[in-house]
């Protein structure tokens, strides 16, 4: 408890937004030739979870995307499984110890084979998203289609989704995508800046 007392976040500036991306350089960012979810193959590849997983950069991630919930005046945040799912437990945490608590929720790619078959989970017994406003997350922007994903299903039980926000945008469509379905794309970061200083 002492150590959580001592835990005073503040509005993130340059300098802690700074810190974040060197933080996914040396964590989370690789050369080499790989194969993304998307089935396109690349020379790059970001692996959030280790920055996600790491105390100080889940916490600068999470206030850099409670950021943007307030520029969206977003109600709730949610994502696909799995890679929003740190994403939101931080944001979760930090905007409580801040006084400004968001709650989360994240959407399933399958619903589940038993109890209450949910696709989207998070929400309580007498709680739902109709009109209410979503910013949908995800830790990694490419091609936009499992951020759009999550926005169908919140859309699916009537939410409003205008917004979704990354991490990193790999800068490969995602924008443009989904654009045509009336979502603005906020990026933290891009791809270009780690390839920039290799």
Known sequence: M????KFRPVDSGQH????????VRERSFRFGRYTLSSGIESDIYFNMKPTMMVARGAQLAALEFLKIVEQVKAEYV????????????????????????INTIFVRKVPKAHGTRDV?????????????????V????????????AIEEVRRVGGIVGDA??????????????????????????????????
């Open 165 to 198: 926000a990354c991490l990193v945008d790999r800068d490969e469509g995602a924008t443009a995508l989904l654009a045509q379905h009336g979502v603005t794309l906020h990026s933290v970061l891009h791809a270009s800046e780690f390839v920039e200083r290799h």
């Open 120 to 136: 989207i989970e998070g929400l309580g017994p007498k709680e739902d998203l109709e009109g209410k406003v979503v910013l949908i």
């Open 2 to 5: 002492a150590a959580l007392a």
């Open 138 to 149: 995800d830790d990694v922007a490419t091609s936009g289609k499992s951020i759009l994903k």
């Open 78 to 101: 949610g994502g696909l499984e799995m890679g929003a799912v740190p994403v939101i437990g931080s944001m979760a945490a930090v905007s409580s110890m801040m006084n400004k608590p």
């Open 16 to 23: 802690d937004k700074d810190e974040l991306r060197e933080i």
